[in-house]
């Protein structure tokens, strides 16, 4: 248990939709980051956040957002959902100070399954 | 920003031989490099990294050599086991606080 808790494991949803996807961090960890990854494929940065604040975005799409709250956890909106959005979105938090050269521990991830 | 490549995307290898996993990066800024290791249907590992100021670095059966000229960088498994079957992925940190992930490879350790 890497100590980064994901919230649903499994979220099957219509096209259109909006989805709410939620990660508590490690304890005292003040970094978290998502990372969306499709089947067969790698690991796809979308966005960090530390302290609050965000950090460093990748190729987050419009429909997209996050924000990560007071009490460090952090929540992934995805909204106008479509088929192509079906993947694991993964959830990661690290010490230290948010620079990205920290040792990331991985959430089980969200199955997001848009039909 | 930066780019990294990753090859193979397959690899089997018998068990007790080595496995050899590539990876390129683009942006000459990049100081830091970590492997993850991805067990099927569980979450990525690290496994080992390296930052920019060191050659080589070793943990049991794992090492990683990094070669900043050329912007590649390796990770090398001896005596495969069949627990090392996995996804493997290289990472890689430039500017922007963006830690970029290769492909991934999978490796398949043959009994």
């Known amino acids: 248990d890497s100590g980064v808790t994901q919230t649903p494991k499994h979220l099957i949803t219509a096209t259109g939709q909006r989805v709410t996807l939620r990660c508590s961090p490690r304890?005292?960890?003040?970094?978290v980051y998502w990372y969306q990854q499709s089947l067969d494929q790698g690991l796809q940065f979308l966005i960090q956040?530390?302290?609050?604040?965000?950090?460093a975005k990748g190729n987050i799409l419009e429909r997209f957002s996050a924000q990560q709250f007071p009490d460090l956890h952090s929540e992934l909106n995805l909204s106008s959902l479509e088929l192509g959005d079906s993947a694991l979105y993964f959830c990661?938090?690290?010490?230290?100070?948010?620079?990205?050269?920290?040792?990331?521990?991985f959430g089980s991830g969200t199955q997001l399954s848009v039909l | 920003g930066e780019n990294v490549e990753q090859h193979p995307s397959t690899l089997s290898v018998q068990e007790g031989d080595s496995a050899v996993i590539k990876c390129t990066y683009s942006?000459?800024?990049?100081?830091?490099f970590p492997w993850y290791k991805q067990e099927l249907g569980k979450r990525p590992q690290l496994i080992i990294d390296?930052?920019?100021?060191?050659g080589e670095k070793k943990d049991q059966r794992i090492a990683v050599t990094l070669n900043k000229t050329a912007k590649h960088f390796s990770l090398h498994i001896t005596e495969t086991q069949p627990e090392d079957s996995a996804v493997y992925f290289c990472?890689?940190?430039?500017?922007?606080?963006?830690?970029?992930f290769g492909g991934g490879t999978r490796v398949l350790v043959k009994p």
């Open positions: 304890s005292g960890d003040l970094s």
């Open positions: 990472a890689g940190k430039a500017a922007g606080n963006k830690l970029t």
């Open positions: 990661a938090s690290s010490a230290g100070t948010g620079l990205g050269d920290e040792k990331l521990f």
């Open positions: 390296i930052r920019s100021n060191v």
């Open positions: 942006d000459s800024a990049s100081n830091y």
């Open positions: 956040y530390y302290n609050g604040e965000e950090r």
